[in-house]
């Protein structure tokens, strides 16, 4: 599919999510709420904030969220660094992002800045889009709840949905599907679970970059 294709689609999911009416998560509940409030904004920065050749941490949208917030300071994205609002954000690897730029721009690039260039040139409101759609607002789940949640519905910052199929054998199969149906869903990394456990921020890492329309 042509960059140009991708950047129209987008722009229409992004406006739809920001006229959207505000829906209550199916997100699964837990009696006893985390209380601390570090922000995965810190989390993401702590390593000093730079590209490397590690591909399985997470510097490309530590990047991309930085970039958007830099454009637009008054983003939603910002809720990544208010650690007193509960959220749970699933977060593309930087091998994730590797092979979305291969699937625009048919090629494989080599290095972590150059994928990011090549991210960050879809546009801004594009990479706010696709950032939203990987934070679910107002809940705090963790792998355990996630994997007893097969079926539900996650509202996203973004106002599309996600939806949760999961299993637990030796280690939890948690399968996320979005709107694109025509290709592979991501799957959350049963080796990077819950980020920043304890607080009302968390984070899963993922092995896709998730997708708020059909491409």
């Not at 998560?25 to 904004?41: C, F, K, N, V």
């Not at 150059?114 to 594009?126: N, P, Q």
């Not at 973004?158 to 025509?182: A, C, F, H, M, N």
Request: glycine residues 8%.
């Amino acid at each position: 599919m042509s960059a140009r294709r991708i950047l129209s689609a987008l722009a229409v999911a992004g406006l739809a999510g920001a006229l959207a009416a505000p829906a209550a998560s199916a997100a699964p509940t837990s009696t006893t709420a985390p209380t601390g409030t570090r922000s995965l904004a810190a989390v993401l920065t702590a390593d000093g904030n730079q590209f490397d050749r590690n591909w399985y941490d997470y510097d490309i949208v530590t990047e991309a969220a930085l970039a958007v917030l830099g454009a637009k300071p008054t983003s939603k994205v910002g809720v990544l660094a208010d650690g007193t609002v509960p959220l749970t954000a699933f977060l593309p690897n930087d091998r994730a992002f590797q092979s979305l730029v291969a699937d625009v721009a048919g090629s494989r690039l080599s290095s972590e800045k150059a994928v990011f260039d090549a991210v960050a040139g879809l546009g801004i409101d594009t990479v706010e889009t696709v950032l939203l759609y990987h934070v679910v607002p107002g809940a705090t789940i963790t792998s355990k709840q996630a994997v007893a949640a097969n079926g539900a519905v996650l509202t996203t910052a973004q106002g599309g949905t996600l939806t949760v199929r999961s299993y637990s054998r030796y280690l939890p199969i948690i399968e996320l599907r979005d709107k694109d149906t025509d290709d592979r869903n991501p799957f959350v990394n049963p080796f990077a679970l819950d980020v920043n456990k304890g607080n009302k921020q968390i984070a899963h890492g993922i092995t896709g970059v998730l997708r708020p329309v059909n491409l």
